[in-house]
């Protein structure tokens, strides 16, 4: 961390101040007219042509800086330093050139040597103090901050940033030291009592960063802040019954104040009197000045720790009203979206994502919570329009091609959901749990395209990444078994499936199919027997299946029996009642 960021308002930095430069070397340069140059062998004024020349070579490495061409600025620069070698200004300039290449090594050079030329120029030892802080040379920035502090004694901004070193170095008594000498100039500063405080608590000197926090509210007893500042102090370091009176001091000056109704709600929550603390949250939820941020954070660390019907109740309270506060913070309705969900409240819940979504479209999992809920409530249309609103957000993102590809093939929409898939498969990482589920359904796409070698190729995708998966092998293994291709390759997936799972009735279905299309109807039929043993969503074809197998192994009778079976559950093949009515199977 730069130490600027604490104090520099006091001052602009050099380097962000070209026309400074000009004054500079104004100055310099004017003063240069009557300055003798001095080395051990002889003592001569420099001509009036000499620095006629100097400002000629240094205007040009000026307009350089202005354009930003710093490395062309250097030799210029460099020629007006030959020519008036102990000019400040000139080194000064040259140093921020260097600055600007990032060569601090050089700048730091040059202005040590102009600050050598000019020891009482306060811009060269600060500029140079921050150049030493900026490369972490901070006993070297801390000396020249000491000299600056000898120079002027009364500029505080020298011991804050004096004190801001120290920290950096972890000399953290010297930097408080440094913090009172500021404030003896300045007066009781809630900045540098916030710092002192900072230091304290760091080294667990929590005592001493409270009377800091007292110090201040003496300074303004009715300024809130001071007061909300020290009782949130003192909470964070166990203090509650210290913190007591302050927060109380906090409702008598402002009784709505939200940030008192949170801390007095941690209080309660911490003595374990939840249903005041609850209200107290309420009290702080009601007042529109608690921004939505801070309402956001506190509902989150609440949901969290909900442990009852009773917290759930308070949390819905907490959150509509946030929405409706803050009807246009995302956070707060993906928030109330979670809790719908949890309660079961699936559309509801669909629904505060969308509006997360339309409020903030960047949220990658809001936007896959909502397609995953248009499954679930099979509204596949809205699957299909959020998952393109997703896409158009997150292009790169496999998994909302994939969510919209599967939309598409539920809505039989095969070609969309191959170009949609095609996509997915080239943005998923390789060897990934998606990438299986991706081939696994572009192969089911394609193969109702009648598109087989895309189709096989996509399978053997999926199983590359995962030999077993169940869909696959399944689909693949009875596909091929429709085509009465490649056979004994099918057997062996069907086959590796009835292994894993010997109580499926759809597994055991598509091993016995394969069979029967490689003429085995013994071990057909006694895969079909389990399988009608097993049939616990009542499939027609499975009982089907079972009839064209006793009538291959001369059966008949029992044959019609089962395609009767079939008939009545439904979902048979176009053939069934041809075959009842002539009582023969037909292909």
Same mark, same amino acid.
């Given at each position: 961390?730069?130490?600027?960021?604490?104090?520099?308002?006091?001052?602009?930095?050099?380097?962000?101040?070209?026309?400074?430069?000009?004054?500079?070397?104004?100055?310099?340069?004017?003063?240069?007219?009557?300055?003798?140059?001095?080395?051990?062998?002889?003592?001569?004024?420099?001509?009036?042509?000499?620095?006629?020349?100097?400002?000629?070579?240094?205007?040009?490495?000026?307009?350089?800086?202005?354009?930003?061409?710093?490395?062309?600025?250097?030799?210029?620069?460099?020629?007006?330093?030959?020519?008036?070698?102990?000019?400040?200004?000139?080194?000064?300039?040259?140093?921020?050139?260097?600055?600007?290449?990032?060569?601090?090594?050089?700048?730091?050079?040059?202005?040590? %040597?102009?600050? &050598?030329?000019? $020891?009482?120029?306060?811009? /060269?030892?600060?500029?140079? !103090? #921050? +150049?030493?802080? *900026? @490369?972490?040379?901070?006993?070297?920035?801390?000396?020249?901050?000491?000299?600056?502090?000898?120079?002027?004694?009364?500029?505080?901004?020298?011991?804050?940033?004096?004190?801001?070193?120290?920290?950096?170095?972890?000399?953290?008594?010297?930097?408080?030291?440094?913090?009172?000498?500021?404030?003896?100039?300045?007066?009781?500063?809630?900045?540098?009592?916030?710092?002192?405080?900072?230091?304290?608590?760091?080294?667990?000197?929590?005592?001493?960063?409270?009377?800091?926090?007292? %110090?201040?509210? &003496?300074?303004? $007893?009715?300024?809130?802040? /001071?007061?909300?500042?020290? !009782? #949130? +102090?003192?909470? *964070? @370091?166990?203090?509650?019954?210290?913190?007591?009176?302050?927060?109380?001091?906090?409702?008598?000056?402002?009784?709505?104040?939200?940030?008192?109704?949170?801390?007095?709600?941690?209080?309660?929550?911490?003595?374990?009197?939840?249903?005041?603390?609850?209200?107290?949250?309420?009290?702080?939820?009601?007042?529109?000045?608690?921004?939505?941020?801070?309402?956001?954070?506190?509902?989150?660390?609440?949901?969290?720790?909900?442990?009852?019907?009773?917290?759930?109740?308070?949390?819905?309270?907490?959150?509509?009203?946030?929405?409706?506060?803050?009807?246009?913070?995302?956070?707060?309705?993906?928030?109330?979206?979670?809790?719908?969900?949890?309660?079961?409240?699936?559309?509801?819940?669909?629904?505060?994502?969308?509006?997360?979504?339309?409020?903030?479209?960047?949220?990658?999992?809001?936007?896959?919570?909502?397609?995953?809920?248009?499954?679930?409530?099979?509204?596949?249309?809205?699957?299909?329009?959020?998952?393109?609103?997703?896409?158009?957000?997150?292009?790169?993102?496999?998994?909302?091609?994939?969510?919209?590809?599967?939309?598409?093939?539920?809505?039989?929409?095969?070609?969309?959901?191959?170009?949609?898939?095609?996509?997915?498969?080239?943005?998923?990482?390789?060897?990934?749990?998606?990438?299986?589920?991706?081939?696994?359904?572009?192969?089911?796409?394609?193969?109702?395209?009648?598109?087989?070698?895309?189709?096989?190729?996509?399978?053997?995708?999926?199983?590359?990444?995962?030999?077993?998966?169940?869909?696959?092998?399944?689909?693949?293994?009875?596909?091929?078994?429709?085509?009465?291709?490649?056979?004994?390759?099918?057997?062996?997936?069907?086959?590796?499936?009835?292994?894993?799972?010997?109580?499926?009735?759809?597994?055991?279905?598509?091993?016995?199919?394969?069979?029967?299309?490689?003429?085995?109807?013994?071990?057909?039929?006694?895969?079909?027997?389990?399988?009608?043993?097993?049939?616990?969503?009542?499939?027609?074809?499975?009982?089907?299946?079972?009839?064209?197998?006793?009538?291959?192994?001369?059966?008949?009778?029992?044959?019609?029996?089962?395609?009767?079976?079939?008939?009545?559950?439904?979902?048979?093949?176009?053939?069934?009642?041809?075959?009842?009515?002539?009582?023969?199977?037909?292909?």
């Amino acid at each position: 961390m730069n130490h600027h960021t604490y104090y520099s308002a006091s001052r602009e930095h050099a380097y962000h101040k070209l026309f400074l430069w000009s004054m500079i070397w104004v100055l310099s340069l004017h003063q240069a007219f009557a300055q003798k140059k001095e080395n051990t062998e002889k003592k001569e004024v420099i001509s009036a042509a000499q620095m006629l020349e100097a400002e000629s070579f240094f205007t040009e490495g000026m307009k350089y800086c202005m354009i930003e061409e710093y490395e062309k600025s250097i030799i210029p620069f460099e020629k007006a330093l030959d020519l008036v070698p102990n000019n400040s200004g000139i080194l000064y300039a040259l140093s921020q050139a260097y600055h600007k290449l990032d060569q601090d090594e050089r700048a730091i050079a040059s202005l040590q %040597k102009a600050l &050598a030329f000019a $020891p009482e120029n306060s811009v /060269y030892a600060e500029t140079l !103090a #921050e +150049l030493y802080a *900026n @490369n972490k040379k901070y006993d070297e920035s801390f000396k020249v901050y000491q000299q600056l502090i000898a120079n002027n004694p009364q500029n505080s901004t020298y011991y804050l940033e004096q004190a801001a070193l120290l920290m950096m170095a972890n000399r953290y008594e010297e930097a408080i030291k440094s913090f009172d000498k500021a404030e003896k100039i300045m007066g009781i500063n809630d900045e540098i009592i916030h710092q002192k405080q900072m230091v304290l608590l760091k080294n667990g000197k929590v005592d001493e960063a409270i009377k800091e926090g007292e %110090k201040l509210i &003496a300074s303004d $007893p009715d300024e809130l802040e /001071y007061l909300i500042d020290q !009782a #949130e +102090l003192l909470i *964070n @370091n166990r203090r509650n019954e210290q913190a007591i009176p302050y927060v109380e001091k906090i409702l008598k000056l402002n009784p709505s104040n939200a940030q008192a109704h949170v801390m007095l709600a941690q209080l309660y929550q911490e003595k374990g009197d939840l249903d005041q603390s609850n209200k107290e949250l309420e009290l702080a939820f009601s007042d529109p000045q608690l921004d939505a941020t801070t309402k956001v954070r506190i509902l989150m660390s609440y949901v969290t720790s909900m442990k009852d019907e009773r917290s759930k109740a308070t949390a819905f309270t907490l959150v509509k009203k946030l929405t409706l506060s803050n009807p246009s913070d995302p956070k707060g309705h993906a928030i109330y979206g979670d809790l719908l969900f949890q309660k079961g409240e699936i559309a509801e819940a669909r629904n505060e994502y969308v509006k997360a979504a339309r409020l903030d479209k960047s949220v990658h999992e809001v936007w896959g919570r909502i397609i995953q809920l248009d499954f679930d409530l099979n509204q596949i249309d809205s699957a299909i329009v959020h998952s393109e609103e997703a896409i158009e957000v997150f292009p790169n993102q496999a998994v909302f091609w994939y969510l919209n590809g599967s939309a598409y093939y539920r809505k039989r929409n095969h070609a969309k959901t191959a170009e949609a898939l095609q996509e997915a498969r080239r943005l998923a990482a390789d060897g990934s749990d998606l990438l299986q589920h991706i081939c696994a359904q572009l192969g089911d796409a394609y193969n109702s395209l009648g598109i087989h070698a895309k189709s096989d190729e996509a399978y053997d995708a999926a199983l590359k990444v995962n030999p077993d998966n169940d869909h696959v092998l399944n689909n693949y293994s009875y596909f091929l078994s429709l085509r009465k291709e490649r056979l004994s390759y099918a057997a062996e997936m069907a086959n590796r499936l009835v292994q894993k799972h010997p109580n499926n009735g759809t597994y055991l279905d598509t091993y016995a199919w394969v069979l029967y299309e490689m003429k085995d109807y013994t071990n057909a039929k006694i895969y079909l027997e389990k399988a009608v043993a097993n049939n616990i969503n009542q499939s027609g074809t499975i009982v089907e299946h079972l009839g064209d197998v006793l009538f291959q192994l001369g059966d008949t009778q029992k044959a019609v029996e089962q395609w009767l079976k079939a008939k009545s559950i439904g979902g048979t093949s176009p053939l069934l009642e041809k075959k009842i009515t002539e009582k023969k199977l037909i292909e």
